[in-house]
């Protein structure tokens, strides 16, 4: 039977099969914060990336490119969270957004999210909670513990409240890992540290108390061993017994002995803790009472993170192979194995009612009997209510507790039953029968409804049915809850909430009869009996047949009630509820037509029989309604024309429904029947319709009938938004022959759309009363000349004079055009003219009156104006030009007038006299028009005078330009005769700058010579004289030297700085010179002429400071440095000292320099002249002065200088300087390379610089003063970060020795750390391999064991690597080491001791080989050692393939207790060979498990009897009887053939064998079987025999024996028939003597 086990462990996944990189499965690279997904980081080539593995989606990893230092998944959604240096970030992946960023100020060590929307951060110093809400910053909960100061972090937890928050951080000390946490209490803010190394926080309910209690449980492995504590944290709740805290022992087996918890997980629902440990064992701890349920190992490797397992509440966790493994308590079988196993039945029965776990079923009933027989009933009755699954809840159970007595002053049993059940939870069926029938019993409903609230009672029918007699009410809440629908809808309608019904029904899914419910409520209550129907017609489909629910309404004659219900009912207008549409408006149209009226005004209903309803309406005199429902014409005739009876707006309405034939005959008909009355309604369709319907059709309609008044209003009504002008062309007929005159007067004005043409030829044939339309017309569209013409020759002037004086006096030249072609009076002419006041064109009258040579008409007319003040231009132009065409002084009019129009009168003057209209272009500054006269009438002198008065560049820059062919005449005439005659400095100004900007440059110095040079007001001017100069340098530079010498009022900096941009440096130099601005003469020399030789001499000449600063710049540019220096020194000059110092050090002006340097330090005390000073000192070697310069005050910068002169090799200078400011670090450098070590130590010693003692190290190594750098290696070794350096400058120069001498003597330093004996081992395995293992053993626990390890393998130096192998605990690799170089690294107590530790199973079937091949004699002694773990079967196939099984037999003897097949068949078998019967017999009778058969087959066959005697054995055994007893025949062995023919207990191979014998002669074994097989045989085949083989003295004892038996049968057959008799006639006496007497 296969063990029992109380857990269940699955592997879910293996990531490596789902692409995951063994080498990214670890706890830096892998994270798991749920059993939801599973988050690693990984590099494939060089591009990082995250892969997200949803444990619900194994086979589709989700791989996304990102670069992070650690990647966490959230525990329930796809929203991760990243870290990349000291940046936060967290992602919705679904989503594909940003939620949050944050940048720490401190490295986040370790971070875990606590639960779905905060994040648990950990820094060196400190713990922070970062929430997702909001835009919250992470918030600091507690400052870490200085007992975890070096732990590296590797969990945090909170309790469900978040009040206890736990830290927790490992480190190695002592060759073990110690487990430090630090708890600290949010409520009162204090932390606590504990040793420990795996924890977790559980929420408990205890027996007997009412809420949780918070438990802290952690594991800690300490130097005595392993303990599990659990403790209740903070204070108890109000009214908890507290929790009694507790320490149990941790086993860890003798193998494990370096082991240590590393996760704790807690079961809510099994209350159950889970510790795992580094070495892969998972225990189990009852969390009540903290006992061990079980311990095993899960996995060969580490378990490195774990999550709750929320599925089974078990634990899963991820180990280094890459295996998810879960491990959950198996609920079927963990309270057998506890009952069983660990022989612990109170355990067994604590977990299993705590739990409701099955297994304890016979513990209970044993208890509760026990209990019950004894007469405690109380805890009997605590032991029922516990008992998982209900097991003793039953009807036997309170059967039992009714039939005890109850005792006097106590509660009967039953109650106290009841009592402790009510207080657990609730009651089942027969419970809650048996207690509500007492209480009912008693009145105490109130007990019910307490209970029912409480949820304390199971519902039943039953119970509704118990409760109902007492209580309707508390039965339907009864029923209710039992659901036992036709009981609750019986008792809605019995207390009349028939409301409740339909939702009820509808809730449960039950379907009652309604109509039935509904003639009941419709007997009793008409009004809930609506409210009824409408419930049941509420859904989509209704509940009941509407049809009949409307029968139920009319059977009672509930019109109104029908109505209101099939308007809820049908409000969905659904097809097929067309005929109940019909239904209910025929009822209404017969019994109430308002209603009905309603109904079919709101639209609702759409199905129904139109036809039908039409009919009705219209005999209900509803005709609106009739007519919305008719859809034949002639019906719809007969209804329209009653008008009186309609609507007009609804009317009008309708008619938008009808085609457009169907409207014109039903208009039409309306006309035909009474137009009178119906024309205002028909107006009214026709102005709604008339698009539709046509204006042609309905104009055609109204005209056919003569109504003009109709047409008027219906075209009135649309004429204002009708562009027809057919439609505006009617309107007017109509309007006039309505007598509408101002309709016709506002028509002709306002609209756009009439034909002008047509409109006008109609107004004049209808010779209308008044003609204001006619000129409304004619004025608009300009038929005024037809208008002027119509009015005259009809006597109609008066209109004339109404047009132009009311109507559009603007008109006027019009009018008196028009009457001048009529020949009109010119007296009649002037007086309209006279008359006229309002505005009008005068330009347009004079130009009326020009066209027609009538000018002269219009003189007394403008003169009169002109008197009265008119300023118009218009009245001063026509005056202008009668008087230049009478030549009557135009000139002096042209010239006094203000207000007459320039460019007119010009152009009219131009043909007539030139001089003229340039008088007039002049007065209006026509500039363009006066220089196209001039130019054309060659009047140039009056154009220059006008061009340099006028003073306008454009204009100049117009007539200047090349394409006028008139400039040269007209500059000719601006030299000779405008400049001269103009005084206005004005002028000459804009003349020049005209002439300038038309780029002129001849002409221009031909102007200023004229205006300079010549003798005039302007020759001392100053701008003009600069202006000529220049223009003389841009245009003719022979000239400029001579104005320079002859010109005296110019400027000359700024014309000599002009003069060098244009190269005349000469001229520059001459104009510096004659103004005696020294700097820039020599300035132009230096840098223009290029001439330091006359630059000199000009200094000389003039001796001025700042000549001589210049020449010292020019001269240091051009590297003379000495006659630099003079000059500067000449000046007095240091203001250039850092340019000086730059160029002298760059030319070795050494001497020079410190001349200047000395000057400049009096001129002015900076610290860089005092710096270069000392340099140059230095440079020079006059070291005396620079230490009396360097020990008096100064500002200079020392440090700087002894650097320059450091690297300049000056080092004696350098020595003073570093001495001088105590820069002990480079002085020592400084002396290194004077050759002074002994001083250069000291120095290094004085400056404590690690930088300093590796340079002066270095050099003295180079110098092989290997004393003095193994002091100075001393202090370089104890930082980590400059070793490597060291060693590899030691190593590069074959110093092996003394390298190794250093690290020797550094390992005593308190500051030695793992970098030095790491190094110092790889070191010995290069160079002193003899000392690397003694180094190992003292050691190893200080070095860097994977390097190490590296380096041994390297240097072959394999015992070595095999004790790093197995002090890294990598006991695969030691084991393999040993088996490839078994020479050097084998140790066969070792190797038996490391191979019991390796992970990998298949190197001890690689061990086995290796043993066979190297040391075969010590293979029993290995294999003893890897029993607990050996497959024997794989074992045993191995050495028979390699045909070494003999080898093994001690193995075989020692295991075969574990009754293996394949131990077996091989022991056998050997046995066989060997030829060991007697091994070969104990063997087989000790070990059943192999094939009984096969080897009795083989073994048949063989040549010794023994061996084929215990084939028989095997037959026997196998109850092949006849193959044994055959076999034994064979072999002659008679009595073990009647000794299994005995056995066999069949007749027929006993008789057989008794055969065998007669025919074998052998009648003493015959004899013999006879009684081995006494009870088989039959005597009359034994005396048959006998009889025929003559031996019946062989065969008479058994036949004597024979009789002798039946002879004994006979006799008690007699005896027993004897008693049978007598009892018989003893019974016959009695029924005699009974019938005798009765």
């Not at 580490?302 to 493994?325: D, H, M, S, W």
């Not at 004659?557 to 549409?581: H, S």
Request: charged fraction near 25%.
């Amino acid at each position: 039977m296969a063990q029992i086990l109380p857990i269940r462990f699955q592997e879910h996944l293996q990531l490596q099969n789902v692409g995951i990189n063994a080498a990214n499965i670890g706890f830096s690279t892998l994270t798991m914060e749920s059993d939801k997904f599973i988050c690693v980081r990984e590099k494939v080539g060089d591009t990082a990336q995250v892969v997200i593995i949803d444990m619900n989606d194994t086979a589709n990893p989700i791989r996304r490119p990102i670069s992070a230092d650690s990647a966490i998944m959230n525990p329930t959604s796809k929203v991760i969270a990243l870290k990349a240096a000291k940046t936060l970030q967290i992602f919705n992946i679904e989503m594909k957004s940003k939620m949050k960023a944050h940048t720490m100020t401190e490295d986040v060590t370790f971070w875990k999210w606590i639960n779905v929307n905060t994040v648990a951060l950990a820094t060196d110093v400190a713990v922070y909670h970062w929430s997702m809400e909001g835009d919250s910053q992470p918030l600091k909960m507690f400052d870490r513990h200085s007992s975890l100061t070096g732990c590296q972090i590797i969990n945090y937890r909170v309790d469900a409240n978040q009040k206890w928050l736990l830290l927790i951080g490992i480190s190695a000390q002592q060759n073990r890992v110690v487990g430090a946490m630090q708890l600290y209490s949010v409520e009162r803010k204090v932390s606590q540290p504990i040793e420990g190394h795996a924890a977790a926080f559980a929420q408990f309910k205890m027996p007997g108390n009412a809420q949780q209690s918070t438990l802290f449980c952690f594991g800690v492995r300490g130097a005595q061993g392993g303990k599990l504590h659990l403790i209740e944290v903070g204070q108890p709740p109000q009214g908890n017994q507290p929790f009694q805290k507790k320490a149990v022992d941790v086993f860890f087996p003798p193998e494990a002995q370096n082991d240590f918890p590393v996760a704790m997980q807690v079961s809510s629902k099994h209350d159950v803790i889970y510790l795992i440990t580094k070495y892969g064992y998972v225990h189990l701890y009852d969390l009540e009472t903290g006992t061990c349920i079980y311990m095993n190992r899960i996995s060969g490797d580490t378990i490195f993170v774990t999550a709750p397992y929320e599925a089974t509440a078990g634990i899963i966790g991820v180990n280094r192979k890459g295996q998810v493994l879960s491990v959950t308590v198996e609920e079927e079988t963990i309270i057998q194995y506890i009952t069983n196993t660990l022989q612990n039945p109170d355990l067994a029965l604590r977990i299993a009612s705590r739990n409701n776990l099955p297994g304890a079923e016979d513990l209970f009933v044993r208890k509760f009997n026990n209990l019950f027989q004894s007469g405690q009933y109380s805890e009997a009755a605590k032991v029922a209510a516990g008992a998982p699954k209900g097991i003793l809840r039953t009807p036997q159970t309170i059967q039992r507790f009714q039939q005890c007595p109850a005792q006097t002053g106590q509660t009967s049993p039953l109650l106290q039953y009841f009592g402790i059940l009510l207080d657990q939870g609730q009651l089942n069926k027969y419970e809650s029968l048996e207690l509500c029938r007492p209480v009912l019993q008693q009145g105490r409903k109130q007990l019910l409804e307490k209970w029912l609230k409480e949820d304390k009672l199971e519902c039943s029918e039953e119970l509704g049915d118990l409760v109902k007699n007492a209580d309707p009410t508390l039965a339907l809440s009864v029923y209710l809850r039992a659901n036992v629908p036709n009981k609750v809808i019986q008792c809605f309608a019995e207390t009349g909430q028939f409301q409740k019904i339909v939702l009820y029904a509808k809730k449960v899914g039950f379907t009652p009869d309604y109509i039935f419910l509904l003639r009941n409520i419709m007997r009793i209550n008409p009004d809930q009996g609506t409210q009824f129907a409408q419930m049941l017609v509420q859904d989509e489909e209704p509940l009941a047949d509407i049809n009949q629910i409307v029968d139920v309404f009319m059977e009672t004659n509930m019109i109104q009630q029908c109505t209101a219900f099939l308007l809820d009912a049908l409000k969905n207008n659904r097809p097929g509820e067309a005929a109940l549409q019909t239904r209910l408006l025929e009822m209404n149209l017969m019994h109430a037509p308002q209603v009905a009226d309603a109904i079919l005004g709101n639209q609702m209903f759409t199905h129904y029989d139109r036809a039908h309803i039409a009919q009705l309406c219209e005999k209900a005199g509803l005709l609106q309604r009739a007519l919305e429902h008719y859809t034949d014409l002639y019906d719809i005739k007969r209804a329209v024309v009653h008008t009186h009876l309609l609507n007009p707006e609804w009317l009008v309405n309708y008619f938008g429904s009808l085609s457009v034939e169907d409207s014109l005959e039903c208009l039409k008909a309306m006309l035909t029947a009474n137009i009178r009355q119906n024309l205002q309604v028909c107006v009214q369709i026709a102005t709604k319709y008339h698009e539709q319907l046509s204006t042609t059709a309905l104009v055609e309609i109204f005209e056919s009938f003569k109504s003009f008044e109709g047409l008027f209003y219906f075209l009135g009504s649309i004429v204002n938004f009708s562009q027809d002008s057919d439609v505006h062309f009617k309107y007017i007929q109509a309007a006039c022959k309505t007598g509408q005159i101002k309709e016709v007067e506002r028509i002709c004005r306002e609209s756009s759309c009439y034909d002008p043409e047509r409109v006008k030829n109609f107004l004049k044939e209808a010779k209308l009363t008044d003609q204001l339309p006619l000129i409304i017309v004619c004025d608009r569209f300009d038929f005024v000349h037809d208008l002027v013409l119509y009015l005259y020759r009809n006597n109609l002037q008066k209109y004339i004079e109404i047009y132009v004086q009311k109507v559009n006096p603007s008109r006027l030249a019009v009018v008196i055009g028009g009457l001048l072609d009529v020949d009109c009076s010119e007296d009649v002419i002037k007086q309209l003219i006279m008359v006229v006041k309002g505005q009008f064109s005068t330009d347009e009258l004079v130009a009326e009156v020009e066209k027609r040579n009538r000018l002269k008409l219009l003189l007394p007319w403008l003169e009169t104006r002109i008197h009265d003040g008119e300023t118009e231009p218009a009245t001063h132009n026509a005056l202008a030009k009668i008087y230049i065409d009478s030549n009557n002084n135009p000139e002096r009019f042209l010239r006094e007038n203000q207000f007459y129009d320039s460019k007119v009168v010009g152009k009219y003057c131009e043909k007539r006299d030139p001089h003229l209209a340039c008088v007039a272009y002049e007065r209006g500054q026509c500039d363009y028009e006066l220089i196209s006269v001039c130019n054309e009438n060659s009047l140039f002198k009056s154009e220059a005078r006008y061009l340099v008065r006028r003073r306008d560049v454009e204009l100049w820059a117009h007539v200047l330009r090349d394409e006028n062919e008139y400039k040269r005449q007209l500059i000719d005439q601006v030299v000779q005769t405008a400049l001269s005659e103009t005084q206005d400095p004005e002028d000459i100004s804009v003349t020049v700058k005209a002439f300038m900007t038309a780029d002129l440059p001849n002409e221009l110095i031909e102007l200023l010579e004229k205006i300079v040079l010549d003798s005039s007001v302007f020759s001392d001017h100053r701008n003009l004289q600069n202006l000529l100069i220049l223009t003389a340098i841009k245009a003719d530079r022979s000239r400029v030297m001579e104005y320079i010498n002859r010109l005296d009022n110019y400027d000359a900096p700024d014309i000599a700085n002009i003069a060098i941009g244009s190269e005349l440096y000469e001229e520059a130099f001459a104009i510096f010179k004659k103004f005696e601005v020294n700097t820039s003469a020599i300035q132009v020399l230096i840098e223009h002429v290029n001439n330091l030789d006359r630059a000199y001499e000009f200094a000389e000449r003039c001796n001025d400071p700042a000549v001589w600063s210049q020449l010292a710049r020019a001269q240091l540019t051009a590297s003379l440095v000495k006659e630099a220096i003079d000059s500067y020194i000449k000046a007095d000059d240091p203001s250039q000292y850092m340019e000086v110092t730059e160029v002298a050090s760059r030319n070795e002006n050494w001497e020079d320099l410190v001349k200047y340097l000395q000057m400049a330090r009096k001129k002015a005390r900076e610290t860089f002249i005092e710096t270069e000073l000392i340099y140059a000192y230095c440079k020079t070697n006059r070291l005396a002065d620079l230490e009396e310069f360097i020990s008096g005050p100064n500002h200079a910068n020392i440090t700087q200088v002894a650097d320059r002169c450091f690297d300049n090799q000056m080092y004696e200078a350098a020595k003073l300087l570093y001495n001088n400011v105590s820069n002990f670090a480079r002085l020592a450098i400084t002396l290194v390379h004077l050759g002074e070590y002994q001083g250069a130590v000291d120095g290094a010693r004085k400056a404590n610089s690690t930088r300093t003692w590796k340079e002066v190290c270095f050099a003295c190594v180079n110098n092989e003063e290997f004393r003095l750098a193994q002091m100075c290696g001393l202090h370089i070794v104890v930082h980590a970060d400059e070793l490597e350096e060291l060693i590899n400058y030691y190593q590069d120069r074959g110093y092996f020795e003394e390298l190794i001498s250093l690290l020797e003597a550094a390992l005593g330093l308190e500051r030695a750390h793992m970098g030095m004996f790491t190094e110092l081992a790889i070191l010995y395995s290069k160079y002193k391999p003899e000392k690397m293992r003694e180094h190992l053993e003292l050691f190893w626990s200080r070095v860097n064991i994977p390097k190490v390890l590296r380096a041994a393998e390297q240097a072959h130096l394999w015992s070595e690597l095999v004790f790093l192998y197995d002090k890294y605990e990598e006991y695969d690799n030691a084991i393999i080491t040993m088996m490839i170089h078994p020479s050097e690294a084998w140790r066969e107590n070792h190797f038996k001791d490391v191979i019991t530790k390796v992970a990998n199973i298949e190197l001890y079937y690689k061990a086995m080989q290796f043993y066979i091949d190297f040391k075969p004699l010590l293979l029993n002694d290995l294999l003893l050692v890897l029993t607990p773990r050996l497959d024997h079967t794989r074992a045993v196939n191995f050495f028979l393939k390699s045909g070494h099984i003999a080898l093994v037999k001690p193995y075989l003897r020692a295991v075969q207790s574990h009754n293996n097949k394949a131990i077996n068949e091989a022991l056998n078998n050997m046995l066989i060979d060997e030829e060991d019967y007697q091994g070969l017999r104990a063997s087989i009778d000790a070990f059943d498990n192999f094939d009984n058969i096969a080897l009795a087959q083989k073994m048949e066959k063989h040549e010794l009897i023994e061996f084929r005697r215990i084939a028989a054995y095997l037959y026997k055994g196998n109850n092949r009887w006849k193959q044994s007893v055959d076999l034994c025949k064979k072999d002659r062995l008679f009595k073990d053939a009647m000794q299994y023919a005995s056995e066999s207990r069949m007749i027929d191979i006993a008789e057989e064998l008794i055969a065998w014998f007669l025919d074998e002669k052998n009648f003493e074994c015959f004899a013999a079987c006879l009684f081995q097989c006494y009870d088989l045989l039959r005597p009359d085949v034994i005396l048959e025999l006998s009889w025929r083989h003559n031996i019946m003295d062989f065969a008479m004892p058994y036949m004597i024996q024979v009789m002798r038996e039946y002879t004994t049968k006979v006799d008690k057959l007699e005896q027993s028939e004897a008693v049978r008799s007598e009892e018989e006639s003893t019974q016959r006496q009695r029924l005699l003597y009974l019938v005798s007497h009765s």
